[in-house]
């Protein structure tokens, strides 16, 4: 069974990373290599084999794991809306900072369960199964099952830290700290010269397949690699504190359970920090909306002032009780927002001084327009200084609608810097 995983998933990997110029070449490497692996899958059971089966005669963690990430993935292939897509991921449980630290701490229990694609499951899976079959068998199930966890929760925690507004899904991090967890036994067995022994022999038949998971950690994005990394570092911890002497005896459930405890304990930590994540993008998607709306009501408006429907005292109550209170409105909703990432800080700033660019050069055009509609107050016989006052008047408001345009372009190169995000 996990031979079969395991070429499959590198018939998958090749197809996709490689070019096609080399995939007949590759195609060959790999029929070799799976030649290879079906030769040792049939070889007879070696004395560590045994062993192992007679410490934990069936994996049942193991399977149970796998089958989740199977139906699971069968479940979203059924279901409505792309695999990739970051909406469909979330709605089957991924996890994502607005969402997890918000009240949805489960998320990162179901997240290693969501796979974006084939290719992801097939990896996945077939590693988790290879590795499986050895360290549940040697540890026992419930050592395994509560590393896997344990692993899985610590790569989500580091995820949200890394990349609060990403949507991060998969098992990679937690199988990667499971093949670490084994190098960490075999190296300390070799040590010991005690108890079970995991032979060069048999660590050697996990070459091809974990350097093709490698290859698949490398080549996924950075916030990914980063949480596989400290998953990795963290399972060294695991080793010592849930398999301990495992080379002689499996471990306790007594001291599995309270190894679990502390890891909750500590998990529960360090959700409190990262807890409350803000996002303010839906805020600057409607912002933009905000802008489309109050500028076609204010053209709107212009339109009817030009044909003489409309006078500026009307205008101007248009700008002031239609324009002006949306964005307002924006301004309140913005600042209420709290825990925005530090990534994402500027994003305010800009979406704030938006707001108040925008607002001044409403209000400024309000009151030139107030100013241009004016009508000066002179001695009828005075001509000249009729003149005067309406020369002024014109110079004020002129002046007041410059203003009004500066204050109107500021804002929009804020609003501009916004979409560009």
Known sequence: MTTLLAFAAVGVLAYVATP????????????????GLLAQAGAPPDAFRSALRQRTPRPYATVAIAAVHVAVFAAMLFGKGALGDPRTLVS????????????????????????AGLGSLLIEVAALAQIGWTLERLAGSFAFAAAYATAAIAAGLVALAIVPLGVTYGSTAAIAALYVVLIAIAIRSSRQQTGLIIPREALTRFAPLAALFLLYIVSSDAPTFRAALAAAIAAVALALVFFGDVADRQP??????????????LAAVAAFTLRGIGDIRPEL?????????????YDAALGKFRKGALNAAALTKTIEATIVPPLQAADERISGITGVPREDRHLVDDAREYIRA????????AQGLRESAQTPFTDARDAAAYRDRVSALHRSASLTLGRAERAQRTALESLHRIQGQ
Request: a positive charge; charged letters at 25%; zero cysteines.
């Open 358 to 365: 925008r607002i001044e050069s409403w209000q400024l055009r």
């Open 252 to 265: 306790a459930p007594r001291r599995v359970a309270w190894g679990l405890g502390a890891a909750v304990a």
């Open 285 to 297: 998607e409607k912002l933009v909306e905000v802008e489309r709306e109050t500028t076609a009501a």
């Open 20 to 35: 096609p110029e080399t995939r007949k070449r590759a195609l060959q490497l790999l029929l070799e290599a799976a030649h």
């Open 92 to 115: 089957w449980g991924a996890s994502v900072g607005t969402r997890t630290t918000n009240g949805e701490w489960w998320r990162l229990f179901t997240a290693p369960f969501v796979h």
